[in-house]
């Protein structure tokens, strides 16, 4: 107990640096920037933003980057609840309640309920990872090849599981996503596979590039070929404190929202969007008046709102701790940590405590700016979202080009991500969802390389991965996900699941 | 036997090919031993997965409760081609280093150009027309500076939308230029040009 106060010492220190603070602040407000605005979420941005972080110190890119996730869950709840459109996929759900709210005039208490919630889920989601995060690295460090393998067939597993569509095609993504990983220079042998002589492919496709052709180009083209439509209904907030009775309403939603999306943003494939989802749906079934959600019910404004913030900030645990990232952002994370010269792993909490523990104070310092300056900017946040995406997505194309141009200063990069763009467009089409793809992508060398590990060191036995007991445990949960998924009761509700969501 | 569901026709296919590709290309590779793994085995074995659960998808597609025709996009199968063909001529007909500055802007069009039918091929306007002007973008960077990317960046992703107004989008690609060289090259300090190299 005392080492953690020592340590959180030590990260309240580094986080309130004034350099700190001040790339903490950019972070957030960059977050809910993108966060309001429809049409760019924090995958784009935070691969819009990675070749520039490589100028900065890791922990400030790190604590920045951070910030840019957590405070996009607080702005996503504004456009939903004033605009009736998720700015973030993970307030998908706020919009049913939020925007009903609204339409009623109290869309200030809505705001206010969300941030409230968001804060409180926040500073809860810090002390887990505070918590939680050491035990777990020390576990972690014992771990060997085999675990390691067995460890990442399971986060695969569940990020399949969990993303929504055909589990077949979804497996098939990773898969793809991790043989599109191997391509680049062997460790081993130092053959250039499938380069195809492109001197540049020898380094490797760029992640950067895969990220944001996949998932920024292809959603703006998306986003373009649907006519846009964009009402705001209220256009003055005033009022943002919610009243007693509200807080009455809705204490209990937002305790049981931080604590179902502080699980989930643990297990891997989960985070914000997951939590919000699954928040909403078990506020319903335990609310005794669950007739009055869709219709403005507090509550169910309060427990996504504080799940998805929740979620997204303890799935840092899994890349802190493992270095195995859980959705789509983390793997950014972790290419943001490689582009520093960081291997993500347990060890970064031993040989790097002052990035470790930044990072976690930072999340709560992030939080608490988030709160003090959100509510009061809510005026400008709303006149941003008159902006329409006619002027928008010229510029999110601008910074997106530079951020990618600046990787090597060559226009390969950005021809690859525009390739990319195709394939994600063509993802799109084929309704393959790309999340497993990147998660895939970022875990290709890791897997290659413990599985080689491991079978060396077993002497080319494969039963060492049913052997090992940590090993066979990972396999068997895996093995027991597939199988409930491909249940055929399971199957039915979890498409109705998403479906309805 | 029919296709009822078009989008897992596409998918299965597309997969196997992937699969099916990249286990061919391994060849090249030693295999090694599962001891010693080579630097084909993990991409063989990850390839042959691929293409089996291609086969499945694609298998599932015929039996599929879920009905999607088999055009999902409005593929131009002429644009490929001619596209294709022109990215042949450019990448063999590579001008010298010591080229002049004609030779060199026409080959960049050439290639400019092969890039761009090969995504229009994938039908909607505002798919080529985004990727062209991101492609535009990196080729003029460096010889035009970045004054000029940007602005054609602009212009050319401004006409990809629904409305295009010469005004609003003038006034936005200036604005837009002058940040990007504020924050990048004087705040961030990327090493770019600002201006036609031939200026400085």
């Known amino acids: 107990m005392e080492s953690l106060f020592a340590n959180l010492a030590l990260g309240f220190g580094v986080a309130l640096s004034v350099q700190n603070l001040l790339y903490c602040l950019l972070g957030v407000l960059l977050g809910t920037l993108i966060g309001v605005l429809p049409g760019i979420g924090p995958i784009a941005t935070i691969a819009m933003l990675l070749p520039v972080t490589f100028t900065l110190n890791p922990t400030s890119a790190l604590i920045m980057l951070a910030g840019i996730y957590y405070g996009a869950q607080y702005g996503g709840s504004t456009t939903a609840i004033l605009v009736n459109i998720p700015g973030e996929s993970s307030s998908v759900v706020t919009c049913l309640d939020g925007y009903q709210m609204a339409r009623q005039g109290r869309a200030g208490p809505a705001l206010g309920i969300a941030a409230i919630g968001s804060f409180f889920a926040g500073c809860v989601a810090t002390v887990i990872i505070a918590l939680f995060a050491p035990p777990l690295a020390e576990v972690a460090l014992k771990f060997g090849p085999a675990e390691y393998f067995s460890l990442m067939v399971l986060g695969l597993i569940a990020a399949t599981v969990l993303a929504h569509g055909s589990l077949i095609k979804a497996i098939a993504m990773v898969i793809l996503g991790l043989l599109l990983g191997l391509v680049g220079t062997d460790v081993n042998s130092g053959v250039a596979r499938y380069s195809f002589g492109v001197s540049e492919l020898s380094d490797g496709i760029g992640f950067v590039s895969v990220a944001m052709g996949v998932f920024g180009f292809a959603e703006i083209i998306a986003n373009l070929e649907q006519k846009e439509k964009r009402e705001i209904f209220t256009k003055k907030v005033s009022n943002l404190l919610p009243s007693l009775q509200d807080f009455k309403d809705s204490w209990a939603s937002i305790l049981r929202g931080t604590a179902l999306g502080s699980f989930l943003g643990i297990l891997p494939g989960g985070g914000a969007l997951l939590a919000s989802f699954a928040a909403y749906t078990l506020e319903k079934k335990v609310s005794k008046n669950s007739a009055n959600f869709g219709k403005g019910a507090i509550q169910g404004v309060a427990a996504p709102e504080s799940a998805n913030n929740a979620g997204a900030q303890t799935s840092f645990i899994p890349l802190l701790t493992l270095g195995i990232p859980s959705n789509p952002v983390m793997a950014l994370m972790i290419g943001a940590m490689m582009i520093q010269g960081i291997a993500p792993g347990p060890q970064v909490m031993t040989e790097r405590p002052q990035l470790f523990w930044g990072m976690i104070a930072s999340m709560w310092v992030g939080n608490l700016m988030l709160v003090v300056l959100n509510l009061p900017m809510i005026g400008m946040w709303i006149k941003l979202l008159m902006v329409p995406y006619r002027i928008l997505y010229p510029s999110i194309l601008v910074f997106c080009c530079i951020g990618v141009y600046s990787i090597s200063n060559s226009p390969f990069d950005v021809m690859q991500t525009a390739a990319f763009g195709v394939v994600g467009y063509i993802f799109v089409k084929l309704e393959c969802e790309p999340a497993p793809l990147i998660l895939g992508f970022i875990l290709g060398p890791l897997m290659e390389e413990n599985l080689r590990r491991a079978m060396l060191l077993s002497r080319g036995d494969a039963l060492v991965f049913f052997q090992r007991p940590i090993s066979l445990t990972m396999l068997l949960i895996a093995g027991f996900l597939l199988a409930i998924v491909l249940a055929p009761v399971v199957r039915k509700k979890r498409e109705e699941a998403f479906v309805e969501a | ?200």
């Open chain 2, 1 to 200: 036997m029919k296709i009822t569901n078009g989008k897992d026709f596409w998918a299965g296919l597309m997969f196997v090919a992937f699969g099916v590709a990249f286990m061919w290309k391994a060849q090249d590779y030693a295999m090694g031993t599962s001891v010693r793994m080579g630097p084909a085995y993990f991409p063989t074995m990850l390839g042959g997965l691929l293409a089996i659960l291609g086969a499945v998808v694609l298998l599932r597609a015929f039996v599929s409760k879920i009905e999607n025709p088999l055009q999902v996009f409005p593929f131009k199968l002429w644009r490929i081609v001619v596209g294709l063909a022109l990215g042949v001529v450019a990448y063999y007909a590579q001008p010298p280093h010591d080229a002049n500055i004609a030779l060199e802007a026409g080959h960049t069009i050439l290639s400019g150009l092969a890039v761009g039918l090969i995504f229009a091929a994938f039908g909607e306007r505002s798919l080529w027309v985004v990727l062209f002007s991101v492609v535009v973008f990196g080729y003029v960077l460096k010889p035009l500076g970045l004054v000029a990317a940007v602005v054609l960046l602009v212009f050319i992703s401004a006409w990809g939308g629904h409305e295009f107004k010469i005004k609003e989008v003038t006034i936005m690609s200036v604005a837009l230029a002058i940040f990007a060289v504020l924050a990048f090259v004087k705040g961030l300090g990327l090493p770019m040009n600002v201006w036609p190299g031939i200026w400085e």
